[in-house]
């Protein structure tokens, strides 16, 4: 307990935060606070295990592992996957490793014992050197674990008392449902192991306010970091993808020349490109890059509403004409689901832009340690989706392989983590407009570690699912 917080009577767990816009440093490193996590939030959630394109057959498995949790998640057929506590009913040896394929079930290493996929024990050698109730049917079966599919990916929860998946990442879920999510493929992913706690990681990707200084290539033309560049608050129909537009102070052009305002999307479009090695995908851009003579109204307001209309437009027939499927874009923008990050409690992040997206998952390793990583997704014509991906080996958060942008971000994380252990720093000072999700996030954690029921905890986490750049909300408790 740290004495400074002098709240303790009524807290019920240490550096709980007790002003929304001030998190208290010790969460990011204290091991007794990792330790109520590790207790009290992640057996309760919904963590995303795999992506389903990593299992695409009968028999196809990958191990998701947590602290000291090992699940396999399998595909039993081609509706069907289920998840497995990874250890012998015999022993408790772990049945397998990383990935593979085991169409004909898991044989254990030691004593040979085997598992249909479906979890049923099918193999004993000698059975009548045990006991008979050593033996019992049932308790032989693998120890299930609970587990529900979305947008493309298996999740697990280790709470059977849990509400389901869906209730549980709403407005999340019904966002990406109205973009077809679920159709998106790996294109790459790659892992980086991060000297930094998990949730420090998280909060890099959780708000746009770092944008300016963190990567000033994103800047609006002729802008530099510094007082004429703002954050202005837009309405929907103006910013879809962001509730914050980046602009200078400098007053709106009043007539808008089509070609160039469209040279200049396409600029930003190849940017964030070259910037994440994808999320705007190379054929959107392709598909904007046709559109580069279309006459736009001369206004600003205008030419930003029609170009964004009619390149939703032409992305779709595009994706549809090559057989792939997609949502209408201009009906998620008009629902306001256009926004570009997009979060997921407790560690998952989706960025759909246009066609494709990125998407992040991020997994505590120790109090100062995480595994962050970074899928590139789009979609593919029906018949040309690449081959089954690989576990990617954690790289460092400098290696080179890392695209620009992501590369950016991480530059800052050490030296966060580090600059979280100095003398008199005692909290983080969040923006209550901007950084507000870092709040709310860190605030349902506190939900959990302070033991509360589902009452309370669900429509907690509907203030949380969704967009970034949000305010601090009052989650109820
Ligand atoms: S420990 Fe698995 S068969 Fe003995
Ligand atoms: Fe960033």
């Given at each position: 307990m740290n004495a400074s917080l002098g709240r303790q009577a009524e807290t019920p767990h240490p550096y709980a935060i007790q002003r929304p816009d001030r998190i208290p440093v010790q969460r990011y490193f204290d091991a007794e606070f990792y330790a109520l996590e590790r207790e009290k939030l992640w057996p309760r959630v919904w963590q995303m295990a795999c992506r389903l394109e990593e299992i695409p057959k009968p028999g196809d498995f990958v191990v998701y592992e947590i602290f000291d949790e090992s699940v396999i998640v399998t595909r039993v057929d081609a509706n069907t996957v289920k998840a497995f506590h990874n250890a012998c009913r015999h022993r408790g040896v772990q049945l397998v490793q990383d990935r593979g394929s085991a169409p004909d079930g898991f044989t254990c290493p030691f004593h040979g014992w085997q598992w249909k996929t479906d979890g049923k024990c099918k193999f004993v050698y000698s059975p009548t050197l045990f006991e008979k109730d050593q033996l019992k049917g049932q308790d032989l079966a693998l120890r299930e674990c609970r587990l529900e599919t979305w947008g493309g990916c298996a999740f697990i929860n280790f709470d059977n008392n849990a509400p389901s998946l869906r209730e549980s990442i709403e407005p999340f879920a019904t966002m990406h449902d109205a973009w077809h999510v679920e159709s998106l493929r790996t294109e790459w992913w790659l892992a980086a192991r991060l000297p930094v706690n998990w949730k420090l990681a998280m909060e890099a990707f959780m708000e746009g306010y770092h944008v300016m200084a963190t990567?000033?290539?994103?800047?609006?033309?002729?802008?530099?970091?510094?007082?004429?560049?703002v954050y202005a608050k837009m309405p929907p129909e103006l910013s879809p993808m962001s509730p914050f537009l980046t602009a200078t102070t400098a007053p709106m052009p009043d007539t808008v020349k089509s070609r160039e305002f469209i040279e200049m999307n396409l600029y930003y479009m190849r940017l964030l490109n070259e910037g994440m090695a994808g999320m705007t995908h190379a054929k959107d851009i392709r598909t904007a890059e046709a559109l580069v003579d279309a006459p736009l109204p001369a206004d600003m307001l205008g030419a930003m509403t029609t170009f964004r209309k009619m390149l939703n437009e032409a992305v779709v027939a595009d994706h549809r004409k090559q057989g792939m499927d997609i949502g209408d874009l201009n009906d998620v923008d008009r629902k306001n689901y256009a926004t570009s990050v997009n979060f997921c409690f407790p560690h998952y992040f989706l960025l759909p832009t246009f066609g494709s997206a990125s998407s992040y998952r991020i997994r505590p390793l120790g109090p100062e340690e995480c595994l962050f990583e970074l899928w590139s997704l789009t979609r593919f014509p029906p018949g040309t989706e690449p081959p089954r991906i690989k576990t990617p080996t954690p790289m460092g958060p400098d290696d080179p392989r890392w695209p620009p942008i992501p590369q950016q971000d991480f530059s800052n994380l050490p030296r966060q983590q580090r600059g979280?252990?100095?003398?008199?720093?005692?909290f983080m000072r969040l923006s209550n407009q901007m950084e507000g999700l870092i709040s709310n996030y860190q605030r349902l954690i506190d939900g959990y570690l302070a033991g509360q029921g589902y009452d309370k905890l669900l429509p907690a986490a509907h203030k949380v699912s969704g967009s970034i750049d949000v305010p601090v909300a009052d989650l109820g408790f």
């Open positions: 990567h000033p290539q994103l800047l609006p033309p002729g802008a530099t970091a510094g007082p004429d560049t979280l252990h100095t003398r008199g720093f005692e």
